[in-house]
């Protein structure tokens, strides 16, 4: 008992030092004169899994999509694995990051979206090992015994030598997935990735999701719509509302005791 108790202390006192692998500092997006996002500071930390819900409009994409440096910050930083993105600070100033810098920190980010876009003339296999032969310059070797691992692990390692075409929209969505994690990407961001697929689809997708989770190691953050699977797999949600953080915490206090009528109003279209 009393072991216990000083290993949970010392799980405490070392999640205080977790890395923090994702930081949002101050930030603001603005479109014209319309703010989207404002203030917003966020630390994920190593292997966290943080679900970000609320209303369409709300600003999630925007917040995930900063992070793809799809788009750039009106104000504040973002950092990915203690490297800023769009900036570089040289001797205590910060100046724009030139291509290479932004390819750098690019590259520890991973990203499944909707549409799963696979190269339509190339097997599973190859779809996999393109980008980690190409952008990062391991052997095909290599690429291949980890994008077969990875395959194995969204249950479709049989499907190596398949087109896209002959798989399902639930398939194609997990080879996806197979084929971000091959990259090994610091933070995988995953955008509704089950929203255009057929309901019937759906939930194979979100097995293999929380199968990646239970593993503990990836560090995920996912826009989702659903609510049953973000509260089995997230650490920490996020209810975004009208461009802020409304509430946040662990799920059995945002998704099962929302204190806000807004969240309880958005919730209750969930049930
Ligand atoms: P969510 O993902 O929560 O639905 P978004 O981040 O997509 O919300 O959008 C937040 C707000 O930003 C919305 O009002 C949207 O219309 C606006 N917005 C997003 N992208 C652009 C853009 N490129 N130009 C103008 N407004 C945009």
Redesign the pocket.
């Known amino acids: 008992m009393t072991e216990e108790v000083v290993d949970n202390e010392i799980k405490e006192s070392e999640n205080e030092n977790e890395n923090i692998v994702v930081s949002y500092k101050d930030v603001k997006k603005a ?1 014209g004169d ?1 703010v ?1 996002l404002n203030d917003l500071s966020l630390n994920v930390a190593q292997g966290e899994k943080v679900a970000l819900i ?1 209303p ?7 917040i995930i999509r900063m992070l793809m440096t799809l788009e750039q910050p009106t104000e504040g930083t973002i950092e990915v694995d203690g490297e800023m993105l769009w900036h570089k600070e040289v001797n205590g100033e910060l100046l724009p990051a030139d291509e290479k810098h932004m390819r750098k920190v690019r590259g520890k980010i991973g990203m499944v979206f909707q549409q799963y876009n696979l190269f339509p003339h190339m097997t599973i296999m190859r779809n996999c090992t393109t980008a980690p032969v190409n952008v990062l310059g391991i052997s095909k070797d290599e690429a291949k015994t980890r994008a077969q691992e990875m395959l194995d692990k969204v249950g479709l390692g049989d499907k190596v030598d398949n087109y896209p075409s002959q798989l399902s929209g639930g398939q194609q969505q997990r080879v996806a997935i197979a084929r971000s994690l091959v990259m090994q990407p610091k933070v995988m961001l995953f955008d509704e990735v089950t929203a255009a697929l057929d309901p019937e689809l759906v939930g194979e997708v979100l097995e293999v999701l929380k199968d990646i989770a239970a593993e503990g190691d990836t560090t995920m953050m996912l ?1 989702t719509h659903e609510m049953e699977f973000a509260r089995d797999v997230a650490d920490r949600v996020l209810f ?1 509302d009208n461009g802020k953080i409304a509430e946040h915490g662990p799920p059995s206090e945002v998704i099962e005791n929302p204190q806000t009528e807004r969240l309880q109003a958005f919730l209750g279209r969930f049930n």
């Open positions: 479109f319309t989207v609320g369409s409009g709300s600003g999630k994409t925007t826009i975004l």
